[in-house]
DNA sequence: CGAGGCATTGATCTATCTCAATTCTAGTGG
DNA sequence: CCACTAGAATTGAGATAGATCAATGCCTCG
């Protein structure tokens, strides 16, 4: 059976609400502030959480930003309850994580497909990922106790399903904390004053998205895009920061992780500085062909981007990567690329 | 008493200087090649080592370059002697960083003179950085015992003094830790197939450099070279991951380190790739003008490292400048720069 | 005070961007 | 399943910012 939390201060509401799910078999926890609410969600650790917004005292939103600080509790699906209008407070909570929303007054119906949804989303997602998280389980093991939570975080945070083109996050947001990428892939860009995007990075499945802007206390400042369509979850900042006091490693993990980052950044310098388009363009074709060192020698991009990446003109992209199908480096047919003479690629003189 | 090492093949000159010495109080401890030298030295760590240049089989300078990477030794006053004549080799010598030469055949005065003022300056240099980190301290404070013990191994650490244009590693180096800049400044490079340099950084007081090779297994990707006269403190890797390991606090301090990097190079490639040649010295000028955050409005700096670290050509820069000057931006004698209209250069159109 | 290294300035050259006109591709709806 | 269309890719022609080469002038440091 599966336990139900009512955060909700007018006791009319709670009680009609807690009778509804009872009466379908769920058994209803009741609280009358935020404070009940936080400690009766730590204590019993329901299934699923209904939670008003407007409270006396402690509005919903702390509630929900207080339990998601809290690993045992940050996964538990959370919906808001919210009167009418309001419709910044609905994007405000479901950008803090909330799982959904239902808009008062509601009926049993609402109310009980709503749960179930989420109990069932919620249920099939852990089945789904559970095999990307063996994989990232068995990527950071060795690493100790701190891994494991880390996983334990992933495996209970929901997950957000972003389509292609989707904004994950605008430049000059606030960060939430880091994503992790479960499926798909996305880049981040800036936007130079005339328009022209570069990207700056493209993270697939198992990458971190944002471990730059954790630490300091300031807005994005760049802008993330998914390629196509992605699965990432959300690790919130304070979660993670818990994390990276207690475990060590993890803090060693992220600080490869930036690394790696900043090398590759200083040869795109040197690259972007002092080399022809030619080589850029062959080591950018390089590097795609290899997301995380498994060669497949074939791929898929968008003029567009190749030339977002590497800081050139579409139209010299075009004209570039036709020299090379002439001289046999490579085959295209419209975005789809493939690599045919690799080392000659690493070995473009210019 | 004081122990000092002569490394040097020549019975006669050897034993000749040691009487001396011994004479005056010291303690000496005698070599007659290079390899029973470096032997000597890391098991005794003398006060001050004397080494002549000319050796069969390892000369002086494989001496010193060995001695250097020790740690153990690496600060130990190194005075070469030299047969008169072979200026190129003195400088080469002091370029590595030896402390001081004397010209063979030398007197009792000038020895006894250079070896006490060599080992007044080590000394006085030692209470002079005791003080910078003192502020080191006072700076850290507030992380708990972390930075405590970061600072005491700081502390304990002998400092290196690099001269102008020397290298303090290079591209290739294994890295042996960390180096935390007490004085003066220094800059990492990156140089391109056809010899052209890119400068990726410049560190000054109090800047940490080579943490983006700490925990990466790998060489140092870029060479690091003295802006100015520096003085650097190398914490040892084992150390640092140990600190790491205890003081999540550390690992955080890093991690703000790396991200804002990979902020500054993102910002950079976009620049680079996007922004004319006015707009990038104009940011660029503003970049160097407040070293850390104090505007000091002027500030000296040669053409071509301004071209390697924008990425464009000397004459380029050249012509830029001038044209700044003739538009009131800034004033420029030779070499040392000043900024006139702050506001405008931050605002540069195109 | 002299020399060698910097800095400046001029003249030329070219890689790459830009604008514009076609052609191709893939996704849509009938 | 096929035709249609909007977006993507290609190709051409022309413009230009900045690199390069070269000559000259100016510090600065011994």
Redesign the interface.
């Known amino acids: 059976m599966k336990n139900i939390l009512i955060i909700e201060d007018s006791i009319d509401i709670r009680e009609n609400t807690a009778e509804i799910l009872e009466m379908s078999g769920y058994h209803v926890l009741q609280a009358g502030d935020g404070k009940d609410g936080i400690e009766t969600a730590e204590r019993e650790k329901p299934h699923l959480i209904l939670c008003d917004i407007m409270m006396p005292e402690m509005s919903g939103f702390s509630v929900l930003s207080a339990l998601s600080k809290n690993p045992e509790t940050a996964s538990i699906p959370f919906i808001f309850l919210t009167a009418r209008a309001e419709r910044a407070d609905i994007r405000k909570g479901m950008d803090m994580g909330a799982d959904d929303y239902l808009t008062k007054p509601f009926n049993d119906i609402e109310l009980l497909s709503a749960i179930e949804c989420r109990l069932n989303k919620t249920e099939s997602q852990k089945q789904y990922y559970s095999k990307t998280l063996q994989n990232l389980q068995k990527l950071t093991a060795g690493l100790g106790d701190g891994n494991k939570e880390l996983a334990n975080l992933i495996g209970a945070r929901k997950v957000k399903l972003i389509k292609k083109k989707q904004i994950l996050y605008y430049e000059g947001d606030q960060p939430q904390g880091i994503y992790l990428v479960l499926k798909g892939s996305l880049k981040t860009l800036?936007i130079?004053k005339?328009g022209?995007e570069?990207i700056?990075n493209i993270y697939h499945e198992e990458d971190y998205l944002g471990?730059?802007?954790?630490?300091?206390d300031e807005v994005f400042?760049?802008t993330a895009e998914a390629v196509e369509d992605a699965a990432v979850c959300l690790l919130l900042k304070d979660s993670v920061?818990e994390l990276?006091?207690?475990?060590?490693e993890i803090?060693?993990q992220?600080?490869?992780i930036?690394?790696?980052?900043?090398?590759e950044?200083?040869?795109?310098?040197?690259e972007?500085?002092?080399?022809s388009v030619r080589k850029r363009l062959a080591s950018l074709l390089i590097r795609l062909d290899s997301p995380q060192s498994g060669t497949c020698n074939n791929f898929k991009i968008s003029r567009d981007e190749l030339a977002a990446i590497s800081?050139m003109a579409a139209e010299t992209v075009s004209r570039t990567l036709s020299d090379f199908q002439t001289e046999g480096l490579i085959e295209k047919r419209a975005s789809h690329m493939l690599i045919l003479d690799h080392d000659r690629l690493v070995n473009m003189k210019n």
């Open positions: 800036k130079a005339d022209k570069l700056t471990i730059n802007a954790l630490l300091l400042t760049e920061i990276l006091n207690r475990y060590p803090g060693k992220f600080i490869k930036l690394s790696n980052n900043v090398r950044k200083e040869e795109q310098l040197l972007l500085a002092y080399h800081g």
